[in-house]
């Protein structure tokens, strides 16, 4: 134990000595100051930190206060540590002074030192604009886009990083200027209109713009823009359905530089270009197309015209036309010029039927309205049918097949004409009759045969040069039992054979048959007596009508009227009897019992018992 003792203190004793001998931790290259100067943009070291007296062991390390836009890191390539300032700083101007603590510290002795690094901002050196003001010229014709016409010179004590600026007097001027200080165009100087421009030059090193400086640009052989002489500012009117070509307005230009001018133009709406266009060398705005108001929408009615006049150089000058267009009354019109109908004779305003005229009006807005010169025919004003204006009958002689009527259809005010053919055929509208219902003649069984007994002819409203006009005979003899009698295509009654087999003293009918060519027909009764005794000439043949009781027709119903006249006198008779006899026996109590017995005759008639031959008088 005694031994250890001694072993641990002349340890100590060796550390006291040894340390007693050697140097502080120190900051050798502090404390000192730094110029900075106010326009530094870059990261930059300001100062490395050397320090000595690092004991035995230690490992040294260095920091700094916090301090805006500074800071310390370990200097590239080495293992001392620098303060530094930012890139980009902000806030560090002249005349201010920034105090740096740096404090080394070294471990694991844990001696520490510090000192002060002071950075003194010093002031920055504008930059110099060295050939400006100037003065140049530039020819527009000559002067295209990115032609360089002039390049600023500028310089930089302190070798800033120099930046140019540029701004035009008038404004928007052609021009743009590069890092090298090249001012370039940026479009071609040919058909500016702006005689010059004042190029205010500014340069800059980040920390102080210099300018401007004014570089005077005149620009020669400028172009002038042409100018629209008579521009219109009220609306124009276009009917509508004028004649493709027809001229709406002319414009006129003119220009100072002489030279080709261009004219153009846009519409709205867009199809506004579809009726009308520009002649581009005279500027004579005209319709391009047809125009139909109807067909138009409401937009579509009224065009805007952008007219634009341009020269060589390519400038121009503008204007606005409105062209109203105007709705005209357009004639209706018949789709056909002829129309035909057939259609039978007729009475008066019997339907022909309806040609289905169709005709149109463009306007939607107008009534049409249908009319004919024709009197034979009469035409509904709204539909067109056709109806007879009078009967028109096939058989009246002179009477034609065709009618040909001139139609009109009217807009009130515009007409168009066609031309309507009525075929009108001729029809069996007349059926052949008889003279008389019936016919008697008196002749000889011994007439000839040949011999004519009388006329029996027919008639028919049908004309007799048609079929329907021409009539046949035809005799029905069943009951003479033989085919003795015919009838001429004239309509005599004629014997056909012998008649000898015929009665004396007899009586026969026959009926006659009347046909037409359309088969309608008429009969009439004929009745031939043959008398008792006969004349010694065949020729007195008697052609007479028939007398009332010769008529058998006649006989039966007369003879049906006179039973029912026998019959009412019987009753007539009858009831005078029946009652006539018992009136003054019930005369006096008549009245008396007058009130009963309407009474009971009432009741049995509600009852349905009454009687009419009932005998009021028996005693009750």
């Given amino acids: 134990m005694f031994k250890q003792g001694i072993c641990f203190v002349f340890i100590i004793f060796f550390f006291a000595v040894y340390y007693s001998d050697a140097q502080p931790l120190a900051i050798t290259s502090l404390p000192t100051a730094y110029d900075l100067p106010e326009d530094t943009i870059a990261e930059t070291l300001l100062h490395t930190v050397v320090y ?82 100037a003065s140049i010229s530039v020819d527009s014709t000559t002067t295209g886009s990115g032609v360089t016409i002039f390049t600023i010179s500028a310089s930089d004590t302190e070798g800033d990083q120099l930046y140019f600026e540029i701004i035009c007097d008038p404004t928007g001027c052609p021009f743009e200027v590069f890092a090298s200080g090249a001012i370039l165009t940026t479009a071609s100087l040919e058909g500016t209109t702006v005689g010059g421009y004042d190029i205010n030059v500014y340069v800059n090193d980040s920390r102080t713009k210099v300018g401007p400086k004014v570089l005077s640009v005149t620009i020669t052989n400028v172009n002038s823009a042409p100018t629209i002489t008579n521009k219109l500012t009220t609306p124009v009117s276009v009917s509508e359905n004028v004649a493709v070509g027809t001229t709406v307005r002319q414009y006129t230009a003119t220009d100072v530089n002489g030279g080709t001018l261009t004219y153009s133009a846009t519409y709205n709406p867009t199809s506004g270009g579809t009726y009308f266009s520009i002649l581009s060398t005279s500027g004579v705005v005209q319709t391009a197309s047809s125009i139909n108001y109807e067909t138009l929408t409401v937009a579509e009615r009224t065009v805007l015209i952008t007219v634009t006049v341009r020269d060589t150089g390519a400038l121009s000058d503008t204007t606005t036309l409105t062209v109203s267009i105007i709705d005209q009354n357009e004639a209706p019109a018949f789709p ?73 259809v009217s807009d009130g005010a515009l007409t168009d004409t066609a031309t309507l053919t009525v075929t009108v055929n001729n029809i069996n509208d007349n059926t052949p009759t008889f003279g008389q219902a019936s016919y008697t003649f008196t002749t000889a069984n011994t007439a000839a045969v040949g011999t004519t007994l009388g006329s029996v002819a027919a008639t028919d409203g049908d004309l007799s040069t048609s079929s329907f006009g021409t009539i046949t005979y035809e005799l029905n003899q069943l009951t003479l039992g033989g085919d003795y009698f015919g009838i001429t295509t004239t309509g005599n009654l004629y014997v056909k054979a012998a008649i000898t087999s015929l009665s004396l003293g007899a009586t026969y009918t026959m009926t006659a048959t009347a046909r037409d060519g359309g088969l309608l027909s008429d009969t009439a009764d004929i009745t031939i007596i043959i008398p008792s005794t006969t004349t010694t000439t065949a020729a007195t043949t008697t052609d007479r009508s028939k007398t009332f009781f010769e008529d058998p027709r006649n006989i039966a119903w007369f003879t049906a009227a006179m039973v029912v006249l026998a019959l009412t006198i019987g009753l007539i008779l009858y009831m005078c009897i029946r009652y006539g006899f018992h009136f003054k026996k019930y005369q006096k109590t008549y009245r008396s019992r007058r009130v009963d017995q309407d009474r009971e005759r009432l009741g049995e008639f509600v009852e349905g018992k009454w009687k009419p031959w009932k005998v009021w008088d028996k005693p009750r």
């Fill in 336 to 408: 056909k010029t002829t129309y035909t109908l057939v259609t039978d004779e007729a009475g008066a305003g019997a339907s022909i039927g309806n040609p289905n005229f169709q005709a149109t009006d463009p306007d939607a807005s107008s009534t049409i309205t249908y009319s004919t010169t024709c009197t034979e025919v009469t035409i509904d004003s709204s539909t067109g049918a056709a109806s007879f204006t009078s009967a028109y009958d096939m058989d009246v002689a002179g009477t034609t097949g065709s009618i040909t009527c001139p139609i009109t």
């Fill in 52 to 133: 000595s007296g690092v004991t035995a062991g230690d490992t040294v390390t260095c920091s700094m206060n916090t301090v805006a836009n500074f800071f310390m890191k370990i200097v590239s390539g080495s293992t001392n540590y620098g303060v530094y300032v930012n890139a980009n700083p902000t806030g560090l101007t002249y005349p201010n002074r920034y105090d740096i603590t740096v404090t080394c510290t070294g471990a694991p002795s844990g001696s520490t030192v510090s000192q002060i690094l002071q950075v003194h901002m010093t002031k920055n050196t504008p930059p110099t604009i060295n050939n400006v003001p």
